[in-house]
């Protein structure tokens, strides 16, 4: 129960955030890099731009078809960007996941080994490659290492996300940064500096991370663009010969823009 209470929270933050993202979605800048939802954007502006005119009486439609159209096109341009925003969410909850893990912690920092009732209470991110901290059942390891002496029960779910508990001791020796000791004690050799251990390449990896588009993908895209140009001229055309065969008939012209 606790999971699937756990899983709707960050559902919700990921759609509250999609929905966020999918307003500042609207740059130019953004918009661009999607030739099919800039023109479907372009046009949701000038729409809204000839409804605003109409309202003046300045229109050759009802203002409200103007408006309708207009709430359509914006629509669907938000709903583009929600979906992406949404697809993009998933790797910004796991970083801020990663991030949550990595935080500040107290460090028993001891001489060596043979010294461990010597501790000296340091923060984690002023630790060292070579320092040497002890670490007892409760505690988060406070930064990547090496366990060159004790055994204990570790948990990485933070990391790995395997729920299960795993075994840390000299001849098993890697630790990360973040996960925590659930049983017992180790005492651990930095191997590390701050800003280098496996969880911040980790978010910067997932921060970095952009997902390349499939052959299909990209094929469809062309294929939209192309579709989109053709309509455009097509659009165009109707309009122009429509405003020909009003003049020549001497009427109104009866197509709207």
Known sequence: MATKARSAFRDKKIVARA????????????????????????????????????????????????????????????????????????????????RAAKKDVDAHKIPCAAQKDEITVVSSVSLKKGDIVIVKAG???????????GAASVDESAITGESAPVIRESDRSAVTGGTT????????????????????????????????????????????????????LVTVSLYTYSIFSAKQAGIANPTSV
Do not use: C, H
């Open 19 to 98: 929905l966020k993202d999918s307003i500042l979605k609207l740059n130019p800048k953004t918009q661009v890099k999607n030739p099919v939802m800039l023109l479907v954007f372009l046009s949701a502006i000038l729409t809204t731009g000839l409804w605003i005119v109409s309202l003046f009486g300045i229109k050759d439609a009802p203002s409200g078809y103007t408006l309708a159209i207009a709430v359509i096109l914006w629509f669907t341009v938000l709903f583009a960007n929600f979906a992406e925003a949404i697809a993009e969410g998933r790797g910004k909850a796991q970083a801020d996941a990663l």
């Open 139 to 149: 505690e988060q390891i406070p930064a990547d290492g090496e366990v060159i002496e």
């Open 181 to 232: 000791v659930l049983s017992d004690w180790i005492v651990v050799e930095v191997t590390s500096e701050e800003g280098e251990s496996f969880l911040d390449q980790m978010i910067a990896m997932v921060e970095g991370a952009a997902r390349k588009k499939t052959p299909n993908e990209i094929a469809l895209q062309i294929f939209l663009v192309a579709l989109s140009i053709i309509f455009i």
